[in-house]
């Protein structure tokens, strides 16, 4: 039976159209931040996974992966359309409009760093996707999932019904213990907090054998 709740794509499209994404912007970047400072300069391919107005990855492109590639996904075509105006003088970024669980890399790609902010409780099988990405990681790469809609965060839980979108409620556990079923190497956490210490994100990290 089909569902008659929003998808997470029409929600991001409408939120491109009616300036949402400026807000989610200024509403993530400080968290954010904090996470970028733990991803190191490289070389390689780096894959953001979710990149709404393209805020993340403009900002990758122009310092950690400067002498690399950036690559990223958005499932709503109006946010990577955003992205794109906002990396349009950026020879070092490809955007595409995709799903990740069904994205097919380029040919013989791997990446040093996939990085994703608030993207992966809409995934239909949140361990399929931690698989998916940790099967793309060159070796020694990095995975990093940011989430604010996690069990400890008691304030996020009503947001599936604030939203009319299916989302899966996972724990720092149930993260945790998926990226060491991977398995992923040295895995950690880190709950990140705004200047206002007003707003919580689970930040969880590991690296691949």
């Not at 604010?148 to 996972?170: A, C, G, I, R």
């Not at 040295?186 to 990290?205: G, M, P, S």
Request: charged share 25%; aromatic share 12%.
């Amino acid at each position: 039976m089909k569902s008659d709740k929003s998808s997470a794509k029409d929600i991001f499209d409408q939120w491109a159209l009616d300036h949402h994404a400026e807000g989610m912007e200024k509403g993530h970047w400080q968290r954010v931040k904090q996470a970028f400072e733990l991803i190191s300069p490289s070389q390689g391919n780096y894959l953001e996974i979710g990149i709404g107005n393209g805020y993340g990855i403009h900002y990758m492109a122009l310092n950690q992966y400067k002498n690399g590639c950036c690559y990223g996904l958005d499932i709503s075509p109006n946010m990577v359309e955003q992205a794109k105006q906002r990396t349009k003088d950026l020879d070092n970024v490809i955007l595409q409009a995709d799903d990740f669980l069904t994205w097919k890399p380029p040919r013989n790609t791997t990446f040093s760093a996939i990085f994703s902010m608030e993207t992966f409780y809409y995934f239909s099988d949140i361990k399929e996707g931690i698989e998916k990405a940790a099967s793309l990681l060159e070796p020694k790469g990095m995975l990093m999932i940011l989430v604010d809609f996690y069990y400890e965060n008691k304030e996020t839980h009503s947001w599936p019904q604030d939203m009319d979108v299916p989302m899966t409620l996972w724990s720092a556990a149930d993260y945790k213990e998926a990226f060491q079923d991977v398995p992923l190497k040295n895995v950690q956490q880190k709950e990140l907090r705004d200047d206002a210490h007003t707003i919580r994100t689970l930040c969880t990290w590991g690296y691949k054998g």
